[in-house]
């Protein structure tokens, strides 16, 4: 059962204590006294919630800041009648709630209103007005009076709801616009909603999201009636007469909301909300997204590749679709739409990551490669995000999990995304993807990181997990003595099993004293090794402004190719003692398993003729 907190504060003589009596005494106390213990309000007593427990706390004018804090909800009187109490309520009682906290709603509450004489000329809205300016954690304002027993339900009513449906992260308290980061989460939610991404809800959809949220069915002319409705709260430009016969666009989805939240049914709003899996600061919860239990999944199955499933790329590419210019293909502009309904808007600097152009015109297959690379990066950062999107799949049904195998470095992988680390000369901190093609003309795609230094080397070789997604590490050197160095400092501190390629960038024939890659590949017992000039290719310069040694691969169709046929058979890229040496377990084990599978069978066959003989002399005896 929930439990609401709702601390009672004000001056003395407010009328504090006589609300809390009378509210559950319902009749006024003569003598009151200073303060009361906590009273208990049981769900039976306000039918309207059931299932929690509301707490109402009485206060002293030496309230503490703890007791502040342990509300949920504070209930701020003053008295109609005594000037002097509404002038402490902004030189008082609000800056000191606010600097306890400022997440903790408040309720301005006029005691008395029965003594208010008749002439009397302020009303609540010229008190809560200026000051829901100031302090923007004050919801609302009620006046009651606890000698006439007057809207003291309403006050108990109104605590309850700021705490279980509040109206702070909804709507802006000043200019009663729908915050950005509800018109964010109704965004998403309306793309959900919306199957055939037309831009619409029809009848159909619409009837889909009232059974899925309120367990209810809407009649036909219950959805023309809501249509018509918001035609005539809409403006032409939002919602026409032709987009009524289409169905609900999100102007009119968005009108809507404002509606409930204008009529207070902001319960309504909440429910919806709490469907598509917000909480209360409206970000998606952390129980839909990737728990600590995958964490320990990825330990002990241990993971070696997470590429995306056909569901979520079929997903996508409906995005893709939906969001395509007349062009064909995605801009700047297209993707800020797309990303509308995440935290943070775009999350790459796409001309950083791939091979587009800073006036970058994005196709399907980049498209597809920025989600490959984003969820063998992180995944639970990817998953997230393509969750804010608007996909609405498990985490397994998103992802196809590449689990290691011993006999990995003996056979071709089956993964489509590889991963390739760049140590050595001229590297900075970068990561980029491209789209390659491997064998039996089967599409791909290459992630590139950078390490630049010695101590990201270090970090690197502490992250089992980031080496357990590594398939092709590339060692960049210039030939010189310091670069050799730096090399055979780090090749001895990396997995044996990886596969390895190096890569020479020199200008011309080797110069004297520069140490020739073949050395450099004898150290790391590798095959594969290349030497290319440093020179970018123009289309690079246009892209970076500090060309890295990654630019310098991505420039050469030799380097791209040499890490491609490793990435797919690693075994060109390790020492061939190694390979032998895993043969040899691969045969033992096999040769295990086949003597364990004869030998089953042959006790069985052998069972089985013994029983069965024996069974045809007695029926012979017979």
Same mark, same amino acid.
């Given at each position: 059962?929930?439990?609401?907190?709702?601390?009672?504060?004000?001056?003395?003589?407010?009328?504090?204590?006589?609300?809390?009596?009378?509210?559950?005494?319902?009749?006024?106390?003569?003598?009151?006294?200073? &303060?009361?213990?906590?009273?208990?309000?049981?769900?039976?007593?306000?039918?309207?919630?059931?299932?929690?427990?509301?707490?109402?706390?009485?206060?002293?004018?030496?309230?503490?800041?703890?007791?502040?804090?342990?509300?949920?909800?504070?209930?701020?009187?003053? #008295?109609?009648?005594?000037?002097?109490?509404?002038?402490?309520?902004?030189?008082?009682?609000?800056?000191?709630?606010?600097?306890?906290?400022?997440?903790?709603?408040?309720?301005?509450?006029?005691?008395?209103?029965?003594?208010?004489?008749?002439?009397?000329?302020?009303?609540?809205?010229?008190?809560?007005?200026?000051?829901?300016? !100031?302090?923007?954690?004050?919801?609302?304002?009620?006046?009651?009076?606890?000698?006439?027993?007057?809207?003291?339900?309403?006050?108990?009513?109104?605590?309850?709801?700021?705490?279980?449906?509040?109206?702070?992260?909804?709507?802006?308290?000043?200019?009663?616009?729908?915050?950005?980061?509800?018109?964010?989460?109704?965004?998403?939610?309306?793309?959900?909603?919306?199957?055939?991404?037309?831009?619409?809800?029809? #009848?159909?959809?619409?009837?889909?999201?009232?059974?899925?949220?309120?367990?209810?069915?809407?009649?036909?002319?219950?959805?023309?009636?809501?249509?018509?409705?918001?035609?005539?709260?809409?403006?032409?430009?939002?919602?026409?007469?032709?987009?009524?016969?289409?169905?609900?666009?999100?102007?009119?989805?968005?009108?809507?909301?404002?509606?409930?939240?204008?009529?207070?049914?902001?319960?309504?709003?909440?429910?919806?909300?709490?469907?598509?899996?917000?909480?209360?600061?409206?970000?998606?919860?952390?129980?839909?997204?990737?728990?600590?239990?995958?964490?320990?999944?990825?330990?002990?199955?241990?993971?070696?590749?997470?590429?995306?499933?056909?569901?979520?790329?079929?997903?996508?590419?409906?995005?893709?679709? &939906?969001?395509?210019?007349?062009?064909?293909?995605?801009?700047?502009?297209?993707?800020?739409?797309?990303?509308?309904?995440?935290?943070?808007?775009?999350?790459?600097?796409?001309?950083?990551?791939?091979?587009?152009?800073?006036?970058?015109?994005? #196709?399907?297959?980049?498209?597809?490669?920025?989600?490959?690379?984003?969820?063998?990066?992180?995944?639970?950062?990817?998953?997230?995000?393509?969750?804010?999107?608007?996909?609405?799949?498990?985490?397994?049904?998103?992802?196809?999990?590449?689990?290691?195998?011993?006999?990995?470095?003996?056979?071709?992988?089956?993964?489509?995304?590889?991963?390739?680390?760049?140590?050595?000369?001229?590297?900075?901190?970068?990561?980029?993807?491209?789209?390659?093609?491997?064998?039996?003309? &089967?599409?791909?795609?290459?992630?590139?990181?950078?390490?630049?230094?010695?101590?990201?080397?270090?970090?690197?070789?502490?992250?089992?997990?980031?080496?357990?997604?590594?398939?092709?590490?590339?060692?960049?050197?210039?030939?010189?003595?310091?670069?050799?160095?730096?090399?055979?400092?780090?090749?001895?501190?990396?997995? !044996?099993?990886?596969?390895?390629?190096?890569?020479?960038?020199?200008?011309?024939?080797?110069?004297?004293?520069?140490?020739?890659?073949?050395?450099?590949?004898?150290?790391?017992?590798?095959?594969?090794?290349?030497?290319?000039?440093?020179?970018?290719?123009?289309?690079?310069?246009?892209?970076?402004?500090?060309?890295?040694?990654?630019?310098?691969?991505?420039?050469? !169709?030799?380097?791209?190719?040499?890490?491609?046929?490793?990435?797919?058979?690693?075994?060109?890229?390790?020492?061939?003692?190694?390979?032998?040496?895993?043969?040899?377990?691969?045969?033992?084990?096999?040769?295990?398993?086949?003597?364990?599978?004869?030998?089953?069978?042959?006790?069985?066959?052998?069972?089985?003729?013994?029983?069965?003989?024996?069974?045809?002399?007695?029926?012979?005896?017979?």
């Amino acid at each position: 059962m929930r439990e609401i907190r709702i601390l009672v504060l004000g001056d003395e003589g407010v009328g504090k204590t006589s609300i809390i009596s009378t509210i559950m005494s319902e009749s006024f106390p003569k003598n009151p006294p200073k &303060k009361i213990p906590p009273v208990c309000i049981p769900p039976d007593m306000f039918v309207q919630y059931k299932d929690i427990s509301t707490i109402l706390l009485d206060s002293s004018q030496d309230v503490s800041d703890n007791e502040i804090e342990r509300a949920n909800v504070i209930l701020l009187v003053y #008295d109609v009648v005594l000037q002097e109490t509404k002038s402490r309520l902004e030189m008082y009682w609000l800056p000191k709630i606010q600097a306890v906290s400022e997440e903790i709603p408040i309720i301005l509450v006029g005691n008395k209103v029965d003594m208010r004489p008749s002439h009397f000329d302020i009303d609540l809205e010229d008190i809560l007005t200026p000051l829901i300016m !100031k302090f923007k954690q004050l919801e609302m304002g009620i006046e009651c009076s606890a000698k006439a027993y007057m809207k003291l339900i309403d006050v108990v009513f109104c605590a309850q709801r700021a705490v279980l449906f509040p109206i702070a992260p909804l709507q802006d308290p000043i200019t009663k616009e729908l915050t950005e980061k509800f018109e964010k989460a109704l965004l998403r939610i309306f793309r959900i909603c919306d199957k055939d991404f037309d831009g619409y809800l029809d #009848d159909w959809e619409i009837g889909d999201l009232q059974t899925n949220v309120f367990s209810s069915d809407l009649l036909p002319c219950h959805i023309d009636g809501l249509k018509e409705f918001l035609y005539l709260k809409c403006k032409d430009e939002q919602y026409s007469k032709e987009d009524v016969e289409k169905g609900l666009n999100f102007e009119a989805f968005k009108m809507l909301q404002t509606i409930f939240i204008k009529k207070m049914k902001l319960q309504t709003s909440w429910l919806i909300l709490e469907h598509f899996c917000y909480n209360e600061k409206l970000r998606i919860s952390e129980e839909y997204l990737v728990d600590t239990k995958t964490r320990l999944r990825e330990e002990n199955e241990q993971w070696e590749g997470i590429e995306l499933s056909d569901i979520a790329k079929e997903y996508l590419t409906k995005l893709y679709d &939906k969001y395509e210019n007349s062009k064909g293909y995605l801009n700047h502009d297209d993707l800020e739409d797309i990303f509308q309904t995440t935290i943070e808007g775009i999350p790459w600097e796409i001309e950083e990551i791939t091979n587009i152009s800073k006036n970058y015109h994005i #196709d399907l297959k980049t498209w597809i490669g920025l989600w490959q690379k984003a969820f063998s990066e992180d995944y639970a950062s990817a998953y997230e995000l393509i969750v804010y999107l608007g996909f609405c799949e498990p985490f397994d049904s998103t992802v196809d999990i590449k689990i290691e195998r011993q006999d990995a470095l003996l056979s071709q992988s089956g993964k489509t995304v590889f991963n390739c680390f760049i140590i050595g000369k001229n590297c900075t901190s970068r990561s980029y993807v491209t789209d390659t093609v491997i064998m039996n003309k &089967k599409p791909a795609y290459l992630v590139f990181t950078e390490f630049d230094s010695k101590c990201t080397m270090e970090e690197l070789i502490k992250d089992q997990r980031k080496l357990n997604y590594c398939d092709v590490i590339c060692l960049i050197y210039d030939g010189s003595e310091k670069s050799f160095k730096f090399i055979s400092e780090v090749k001895d501190s990396l997995p !044996k099993e990886i596969a390895k390629v190096v890569i020479k960038i020199s200008e011309g024939d080797n110069l004297s004293g520069m140490i020739p890659s073949e050395e450099i590949a004898n150290e790391l017992k590798t095959s594969q090794f290349l030497e290319v000039s440093p020179q970018v290719s123009e289309e690079r310069k246009e892209m970076v402004t500090h060309p890295s040694s990654l630019d310098v691969i991505l420039s050469s !169709k030799d380097a791209l190719e040499m890490i491609s046929s490793t990435a797919l058979c690693p075994s060109k890229g390790v020492d061939a003692n190694l390979v032998d040496q895993l043969r040899e377990e691969v045969a033992s084990k096999n040769h295990q398993k086949y003597a364990l599978i004869f030998g089953s069978v042959t006790i069985a066959l052998g069972c089985l003729f013994y029983f069965g003989k024996k069974h045809l002399t007695d029926l012979v005896k017979s």
